[in-house]
Structure formats: C-alpha cells, structure tokens
C-alpha cells in the first residue's frame, strides 16, 4: 500500500479546518469589536471635548449676559471673551472660533487674529445656531491631509434666546490611530493564534492519525499471514476502541488462520502419505495441485503442469472436452505406454460443488495399474490359449471318428492308423492337461518340492545317458562337466523334467542335427547348467518370451513338433522354486543356448534345509 502523501493526509486535512475555524471565530469577534470600539472610542472623545465646550458656553453666556458701560469703559465682550479663550487649554481642541448675532467672528483660539471681525458666511450649521439654537456635530475630512476633524457647533444663548455660537474644531485623528494601533495588535494576535493553532492542530491530528497509521501498518503485517504483533491502545475513545476492536479482530483472524493451516497441513499431509495420485482442478479445468504420488505417476512436477488443463495433463484432449463428462463415465483407464514401457493409469473424476450446487473445482485421483492389467490381460490370454490348444486336438479327433463311424472302421488298413492318431491326440491332451495341472499347482504353492541332497554331476550325466541311448545317430552330445562331485538341494523328480525338456527342445529345434553340449560350472554361491545346440536359434526379441505360458517363437513349426509351449514355463517355475534363475542366449541360425543357476549347499549348514 502506498503510504498517504502529507497533502491528502488527514493531518492537514485537521489543520485546515483548525485555522479556517480560528479565523472565522477571529473575524466575527473582530468585525464586532472593532465595530465597538470605535463607537466608544468616539463617544468618548465627542463628550470630552462636548464637556470642555459646555463649560466654555457657560462662560461666554455670562460674558454675553454681562452689563456693559455705555461709555466703552471697562474690558469689551470681545477682550473678555479673548481672555476666556486664552485661559482656555485643550489638546484635542485646535480651533474655535465665537461668532457673534451678526455671524461676525468675536473670539478666535488662534494666533492670527486677522480673522476677527469678518464676516462667516456659507455655513449653514452657524446659521442653524444663530436662528434656531441648534447645536450641531459633524466629521469633516481635511482633503489635503487626509485627517479628520470633529466640528461642533454651539449656540451661545441669553435668556433662552441665541445671541451668538461656539464653532469648535478638534482632530480626531488620534482616536483613529488608536483605532489602527488596537487592529494591529489584533491582527499580530490573530497571526499567533492561528500559528498555535496549527501546531495544537498537527499534534491533536497526530493523535488520530497515529494509532491509524499504526493499524495500516498492522493491517499489512497481518495480510502476509503474521498475527503475532499487536497495536497500541492509545485511550478510550473511538479510536481506541477502533485499535480494541481491531485486536480482537487480529486474535480471531489468527484463530481462524490456525485452524484453516492445521487443515491445510492435515490434509497436504493425508494427500503426501496415500498411496493414490490426487489432482485438482479449478472450476475451468485449470490444474491447481497435485501430490507426490502424483507427480510421480505423470513424471511431472508441480511446477510443470501447474496453469495446465487437467484433460491435457492426463492425455486425454481425444477423449472429450468436458471434465464433468468424466466424472459420470466413472473410472477411465489411460494408456501412458511409451516404446520402452507399458504403463497405464486408471483415473477416477468427481466435479467438487459448492453449496448452491455450483461446481467449484474438479479432483482426480489416479492410481498405477499396469501390473492389475498385465495379469488381467494374461489371463484372458491363457484361457483363449487353453481352449484353442485343447481345441485343436479335439477337432482333429473328431474328424477321424466321424471318419471311422462313416465306415472306414471296416478297412483293416485304415482303421489301426486312424486309432493310432487319436491315441496321439488323447496323449497330447492328456500331456497339455497334466502340464496345465502342474503350473496351477505351483502357481498355488500346493506343489511340494522334495528336496534331497545330489551331486549334480552324477545327476546330469545320468540324464543325458539317458538321452544317448536314444537319440538319432546325426546327433552328438559333448559333455564339459567337471570331475569332482558338487552337491545341490534338489527335487530330483522336478529337475529332471527340466533338464528333459531343455535337451528335448534342443533336439527337436535342431533339425539338422549338429552338436549338443552340456557344461557346468561352479561359481561363488551357486553352479552353472548350460545346454547350447546347434539349431535354428531364437530371435533376440523373443528369448524372455519363450518362458511364457504358451508361447513358441515359431507356432506351426512347434505344434507339428507336438510342442504345447508349456515346458520352459514349467522348467522356469521349479528352477525359481529351487531358488535358481533360468535365460537363455541365442544367435539365430547359429544355436541357442539355455542356462540355468541353482544355489550350492552351504557347507556350514549341513544338510538342514
Ligand atoms: P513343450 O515343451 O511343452 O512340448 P515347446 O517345446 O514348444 O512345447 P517350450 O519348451 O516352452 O515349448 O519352448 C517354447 C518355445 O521356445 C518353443 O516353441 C520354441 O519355439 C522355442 N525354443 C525352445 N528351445 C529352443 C531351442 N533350443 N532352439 C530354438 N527354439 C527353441
Ligand atoms: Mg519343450
């Protein structure tokens, strides 16, 4: 968040208002005391200077009243009335002048006396004295000096009748200094006021804006998820009950967030540990988790699929395009097989709705089933492997037994050979069937090994004796076992048959008869048995599959052999059974070989099993 410039802030905001409601506050009281004051200021001066000027009437009445000579003896009105003004002392006052009934000037204050005896004319408020007895008061402003003059105007009155006037001029200049003096001391307070003002105001804002300054702070603290600090309570008003409130706030904020981490922790930690993969997905489709086993599953990170549409992660942008289809088709089995591996995942959809029914997000939960499918797949491919071998054998016999109840049973030439063919068939089947028994015996573990102590050397050769006395005369064993004696826990029974069945294929896949060698070697823990011919060989990308249930490298070849493709997955389950490994090595057209390992007593143990 941006931190609030000091002009939008509501510090200046505070002053602004502090200092407008000073001056407003300031100007109404001084528009009204200035107003007041001049009013008294004047007043005064009118009555001070009215009260000089009543006692100088009273005087020049008495002088006016006065009994005179006829003859001119004694002091004039004139003189009298100058020596009253001479005694006269006044600051305020600087003219007056006494006009007689006549309106001709008798006394003046001033110096010059030139002006006595003339005449004043034009003066109406002398006129107003003289007629009426009016007194008079009026401002005049001196245009030259700008000054201002208070001129009264008197009447001079005898026995109630108006024999002269008093016209008295007195600058009033001073009471307007005083005037501007008091407004300059108003406006030099006003300025301190208002200067004390806005600091009281910035402190006063200080005060609020702190604590808000303090919880902006806090509010930020507390959105990267950090509930430990808390703000200062500054006092019981609003805003501190606005800092109370918000710690309380910032406690169950802190509550909540425990909470919601403990389930979030709970639940990553349920998704980490189960064996599942779990994606999820917004409700755009959008991947927005996913665990270990998942990742693991799809060989991608999080970072990786992390923004993906879960339809691409999971291959399946072919099979539609809307995820909540998905979710009603149940389980889905997808195929991640590449050239190397045969991989499949099945995945299970379910749309995840909030409480108005509207979908939110969407959860896959895949798991690895590769193996469930390979043994599904190798079951059905037994059993259709089962009925046709069993099949086979049966059509063949029927034909010729419907050929022998046709009649043919009467040839005495054809019905031995026909017989003779259908015994074949019954022992092939009998064979096929005895050798299904005994891989689903062993599959069961209900085919108990007999285990005895043998030395192998005399064992092999004895087998092979065997197989001398038998064979055709274009074919020739050559025998490369050592001479001293080695001992193995065997099944002697078990693994005859798999040596029979090794030699036995040997033979019947060398058709041009050849060399068939025997070898065996001891190694560290365990003897080697190698059995190599001469014969057409096997293809590099069938060898491990020759020890599959039913399976031969050359189908038509192998079944006129009368082979049923059972005997290397038997030799394979008893030579693992005796805790051995079987393989074999092959270079097509030149020979094939098959070995197989078996462990060697140890001696320390005895003959314990
Ligand atoms: P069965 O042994 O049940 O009579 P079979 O010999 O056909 O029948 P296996 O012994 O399991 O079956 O052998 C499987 C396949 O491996 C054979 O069909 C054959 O194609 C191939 N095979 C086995 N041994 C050899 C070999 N020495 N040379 C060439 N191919 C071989
Ligand atoms: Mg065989």
Redesign the pocket.
Known sequence: MKKVGFFQSIRLKFIIIYILLLLLAIQVIGAYFAENLEEELLGNFRESVDERVRLLTYNLEEQFAKERPEDGSGPTLQDDIQQLLYDFDSEEITNIQIIDEQSRIIGTSQLDRSQLGRLVTGDSRITRALIYGRSDSTIMLNRNTENRTLVRVFPIENGGEPVGAVKMEASIEEVYDQLKEINRIFANGTILAITISALLGILVARTITKPITEMRKQAKIMSTGDFSQKVNVYGGDEIGQLATTFNDMNDKLRLAHLTTEGERRKLSSVLSNMSDGVLAADKDGTVTLINEPAARLLNKTFEEVKGQQLIEVLNLEERGADLSEFQETGSLIIDFSDEEEFFLIKANFSVVLDESEQVTGFITVISDVTEQEKVERERREFVSNVSHELRTPLTTMRSYIEALTDGAWKDEEIAPRFLDVTQNETDRMIRLVN?LLQLSRMDHKESNLYKEKVNFVSFFHQIIDRFEMNKSEDIILERKLPNEDIFVWLDKDKMTQVID?II???I???PEGGKIKFGLSKERMRIKVSIS?E????APEKLDK?FERF????KAR?RK?????????IAKEIVESHQGHIWAE?KEGKG?T?LFTLPLMKKKRGNAK
Request: net charge negative.
């Open positions: 050798d069945n036995s294929n040997a019947k896949y060398s011919d014969g057409m060989g096997i020759i399976y031969r490298a050359d192998s052999l009368g082979g049923t493709g059972l005997g290397l997955a092959s094939t098959v």
